[in-house]
């Protein structure tokens, strides 16, 4: 089971990026927290992150044939990047949307997510205990699937 895991613009500075906010953890020990779960629920992850959109479609699709589910936190892409979603939706597999703050409690405008009604399940509020959650989630799904 080989499960991506994609995240988005400036989630490459959590633990220095408004603490108060995303928390301490870097995204480099969430992605090595990320690994160990995984193994132990016999699954794979590939971890991606860019400040670019592009690259970051271009990801998904080099990698979707391999790629069983996605775990992705779009960063600011979630509230308006159509071309991001498209691609997403493009996968044709599950994805779980992860967002470390509670999105629905800050700005209005982060209130929207282009991204949710393609996903199986949302994430919002846990920090990084949020990717945790998906991955946990996801697995089950798959499993289920393929039951």
């Given at each position: 089971?080989?499960i991506?895991?994609?995240?988005?613009?400036?989630?490459?500075?959590?633990?220095?990026?408004?603490p108060?906010?995303?928390?301490?953890?870097?995204l480099?020990e969430?992605?090595e927290?990320?690994?160990?779960?995984?193994?132990?629920?016999?699954?794979a992850?590939?971890?991606?992150?860019?400040?670019?959109?592009?690259?970051?479609i271009?990801?998904?699709?080099?990698?979707?044939?391999?790629?069983?589910?996605?775990?992705?936190?779009?960063?600011?892409?979630?509230?308006?990047?159509?071309?991001?979603?498209?691609?997403?939706?493009?996968t044709?597999?599950?994805?779980?949307?992860v967002?470390?703050?509670?999105?629905?409690?800050?700005e209005?405008?982060?209130?929207?997510?282009?991204?949710?009604?393609?996903?199986?399940?949302?994430?919002?509020?846990?920090?990084?205990?949020?990717?945790?959650a998906?991955l946990?989630?996801?697995?089950?799904i798959?499993?289920?699937?393929?039951?």
């Amino acid at each position: 089971m080989r499960i991506l895991v994609v995240n988005g613009p400036n989630l490459n500075t959590l633990g220095a990026r408004q603490p108060d906010v995303y928390g301490a953890t870097s995204l480099k020990e969430i992605e090595e927290r990320l690994t160990l779960r995984a193994h132990d629920l016999e699954a794979a992850i590939v971890c991606f992150q860019s400040n670019s959109e592009g690259e970051i479609i271009d990801f998904l699709q080099n990698q979707v044939a391999e790629a069983e589910g996605i775990i992705i936190n779009p960063g600011a892409l979630t509230h308006y990047s159509v071309a991001l979603r498209d691609a997403l939706s493009g996968t044709r597999l599950p994805i779980i949307e992860v967002h470390i703050s509670n999105i629905y409690a800050r700005e209005e405008f982060r209130h929207h997510s282009v991204i949710a009604d393609i996903a199986v399940g949302q994430v919002s509020g846990l920090g990084w205990r949020g990717y945790m959650a998906a991955l946990e989630a996801i697995v089950a799904i798959l499993k289920e699937d393929t039951a």
